[in-house]
């Protein structure tokens, strides 16, 4: 079956680099059409997209939080990485990522437990 | 920036009974591209429906989506002690954005 784990800090100071590891099985990010996506969600607010990759590597990202984010994907260990730059209080929040499965639809079937974020010093 | 706004924040009913929820876009939104999803506390989002009106792999035929356009529903008939949670509707038409969500309670 299809599973998706996050992994990484609890804590991160402010103007540090906050790195998340997506760990999957059940699927291959070689599969054409299949994408992994990065969204956080604040505590008691709406989730939020912040980027994506692809199965042939091409990669999206949020707008407004675009110079702050890299994806990047190791197919071999079916992982998926993101970093987010100059973190602040701000950006603390719960970080999942989910898989798009459907080429031509941007919605999430399965979505990882998610990993709390906390930004302090 | 498409902005998605659910009513009503808060729906109050009691198992048994039939839940509307709904989900309005600031513009029109392209071949339907929208999905509702429920969550429970201390759990991620859950896909329930995509394209307006599929329900997703493993939902209860009491969940449906309908709607198109700019005004979008999500009815839940025969309310299960189970079904009350937030729920969040999300575009796709122009990347991805949510709704802001509506709690579920009994």
């Known amino acids: 079956q299809v599973t998706l784990k996050e992994s990484g800090p609890a804590l991160v100071k402010p103007t540090q680099t906050l790195t998340l590891t997506c760990s999957f099985s059940?699927?291959?990010?070689?599969?054409?059409?299949?994408?992994v996506s990065w969204l956080r969600q604040p505590p008691g607010k709406a989730p939020e997209w912040l980027a994506r990759?692809?199965?042939?590597?091409?990669?999206f990202y949020s707008t407004s939080l675009r110079t702050r984010l890299t994806v990047s994907k190791d197919t071999s260990k079916n992982e998926v990485v993101l970093t987010m730059t100059n973190m602040d209080p701000a950006d603390t929040a719960t970080y999942y990522c989910?898989?798009?499965?459907?080429?031509?639809?941007?919605?999430?079937?399965?979505w990882g437990q998610g990993t709390l974020v906390t930004v302090s010093s | 920036e498409i902005v998605l706004t659910q009513s009503p924040g808060t729906l109050s009913l009691s198992p048994g009974e039939r839940a509307t929820l709904s989900c309005r876009a600031s513009q029109s939104l392209s071949s339907d591209h929208l999905a509702w999803y429920q969550q429970k506390p201390g759990q991620a989002p859950r896909l329930l429906i995509y394209a307006a009106s599929a329900r997703a792999t493993g939902i209860s035929d009491r969940f449906s989506g309908s709607g198109s356009g700019t005004d979008f529903t999500l009815t839940i008939s025969r309310l299960e002690p189970e079904d009350f949670a937030v729920y969040f509707c999300q575009q796709y038409s122009d990347s991805r954005t949510f709704g802001q969500g509506t709690r579920l309670e009994i």
């Open positions: 989910a898989r798009m499965a459907d080429i031509i639809g941007d919605y999430f079937d399965y």
């Open positions: 059940g699927f291959s990010l070689s599969t054409r059409g299949m994408r």
């Open positions: 990759i692809d199965w042939d590597d091409d990669k």
